[in-house]
């Protein structure tokens, strides 16, 4: 089935467009998918069809996602450059209420101590990076919670919490101990915290897994760990030959930056 997955990154908030602001952009791409016809569809629902028939002869749909976790997936937060800035969730929300399909799954940093750093290292500092809301958030019949692993292997990470491989890549995470560490101690805990059917879905950080990952400790733990697929980044659609443990996904800012741009992308991809 013709399947176009788009990922936005909700911190990304250097202005008040949609090419300089992920929040922003996500309301108006949903305008202009539903302008096309577009089928929007829960990621673990749009998987479990693709490795049901993925030849199959259904119209193209689309599938939203979010990295990373952050409280701007389902907070309205103050920034403190770009003014006050409506998260995700009520974007999601607000778009039901106009009668637009949506559903988006957000990718997050599963590990407290590491959002807790990442938020000082790579945000704002101000403690919005919490996993309260996942539950409520699942509740909502408008998002799911998947994993992007334990502590994305971060490379602003403190000494003490972060693995003994090199960082600032996923690359590295290529033997047994590290991919426990990583991907089944995040399961763990997200299945703990916020069970929902996004938990059975993985982002690797940076966007690319390796030959071990993908090949060996996946198919092999797959069924342990409840996961039924995992996510790159290339740039492209889904096709019926793909590696359920390395689907592609587009990347706002990356791969479009207006709806205009989105528009044009999703006509080349399900027409290739």
Request: charged share 20%; net charge negative; proline share 8%.
């Amino acid at each position: 089935m013709p399947l176009a997955i788009l990922t936005y990154h909700p911190m990304r908030v250097d202005g008040n467009d949609a090419a300089s602001n992920d929040l922003v952009a996500f309301s108006e791409d949903l305008r202009a998918i539903a302008a096309q016809g577009w089928r929007v569809v829960p990621l673990r629902e749009a998987v479990e069809a693709w490795l049901a028939r993925p030849q199959g002869p259904d119209a193209p749909c689309v599938a939203l996602t979010c990295d990373d976790g952050s409280d701007f997936d389902f907070a309205d937060l103050p920034h403190p450059t770009w003014g006050p800035q409506r998260g995700i969730f009520s974007r999601a929300c607000a778009a039901r209420d106009e009668g637009l399909p949506v559903h988006v799954t957000t990718f997050a940093i599963v590990s407290p101590a590491a959002r807790a750093a990442l938020d000082r290292s790579c945000m704002l500092g101000r403690g919005w990076w919490n996993d309260g809301w996942w539950a409520r958030a699942t509740a909502s019949g408008l998002m799911y919670v998947a994993s992007h692993s334990w502590d994305h292997n971060h490379d602003s990470l403190p000494a003490g919490l972060a693995p003994a491989a090199e960082r600032g890549t996923f690359e590295s995470i290529d033997r047994w101990d590290l991919a426990e560490r990583e991907i089944a101690q995040a399961q763990d805990y997200l299945r703990r915290v916020a069970p929902n059917p996004g938990d059975a879905l993985f982002a690797y950080p940076y966007g690319k897994g390796n030959a071990y990952l993908i090949d060996d400790y996946l198919p092999r733990r797959a069924g342990a760990l409840g996961l039924v697929a995992a996510f790159a980044d290339t740039p492209r659609a889904v096709r019926p030959d793909d590696n359920r443990w390395n689907l592609p996904r587009f990347i706002h800012a990356r791969d479009w930056s207006t709806p205009a741009d989105l528009v044009a992308m999703l006509e080349a991809a399900f027409s290739a």
